[in-house]
């Protein structure tokens, strides 16, 4: 089975430009979360999707939006990106929420 | 809202000791709990989980974790530390949604361990 995949890797994007953050999730899973993880933290919820549907949103501005397309893919987006949004965002999907979270590799985003 | 502690932010053990990794949440309810560990660089690797059941909890690589309520714990012990587990370890609690069968998660701020050869 495959896992979470997440693109780009890395990027770097100046301020107040917009960015879009992509995830594939793993296979036979309908449910996938956004995280935060600045350097030197733990991973912070952003949003979560449920079959299409946000069920659950994280102490973040509307500027942080997400889509999740009838194959449980999943699209970050970041509007007016600011210096602190520099950060790595992870993606992770669960078959719903059973056994736990499976997460990608993460995009690292530098904001300059 | 739901919290979690790491109270030790580094540790550094030789390998072959045993190793215990501290973790206290605060949660109004019977909590989901879990481990994961990243390396640099890397995204997170679930390393075990509670959800409900047997209080001491069977996870990959040799690691395992007791669940006490009355402590609010929820600490990673593996007996005998292998070089290639120096990584980054974050407990995080999990806040059920009621319904729809998913949950957020709330992480610690990780401990780092490194390993002593």
């Known amino acids: 089975e495959t896992g979470v995949t997440q693109s780009p890797t890395h990027l770097i994007k100046t301020r107040g430009q917009q960015v879009t953050l992509r995830c594939s999730s793993q296979?036979?899973?309908?449910?996938v979360s956004w995280y935060q993880q600045a350097l030197g933290q733990g991973p912070q919820f952003i949003f979560q999707?449920?079959?299409?549907?946000?069920?659950g949103r994280g102490n973040f501005p509307p500027r942080f939006s997400g889509l999740q397309f009838p194959n449980y893919s999943s699209e970050l987006n970041v509007n007016a990106l600011e210096l602190d949004d520099s950060a790595l965002y992870l993606c992770?999907?669960?078959?719903?929420?059973?056994?736990?979270?499976?997460f990608g590799s993460g995009t690292r985003l530098t904001v300059v | 809202a739901q919290s979690v502690t790491q109270p030790d932010i580094h540790i550094t053990v030789s390998e072959g000791a045993s190793l215990e990794l501290r973790c206290n949440y605060s949660?109004?309810?019977?909590?989901?709990l879990f481990w994961y560990v990243q390396s640099p660089g890397q995204g997170l690797q679930l390393l075990l989980k509670?959800?409900?059941?047997?209080?001491l909890v069977q996870g990959i690589k040799g690691f395992e974790a007791e669940f006490k309520r009355s402590q609010s714990s929820f600490n990673l012990r593996k007996p005998s530390v292998h070089w290639s587990d120096a990584a980054e370890y974050f407990c995080?609690?999990?806040?059920?949604?009621?319904?729809?069968?998913?949950?957020?998660?709330?992480f610690g701020k990780g401990t780092k361990l490194s390993v002593i050869p």
């Open positions: 296979s036979g899973h309908n449910t």
């Open positions: 949660y109004g309810a019977t909590p989901y």
């Open positions: 992770a999907s669960s078959l719903d929420g059973t056994h736990g979270y499976t």
């Open positions: 509670y959800f409900s059941g047997d209080t």
């Open positions: 995080a609690v999990g806040a059920p949604y009621s319904g729809a069968g998913s949950y957020q998660l709330t």
């Open positions: 999707y449920y079959r299409e549907e946000e069920n």
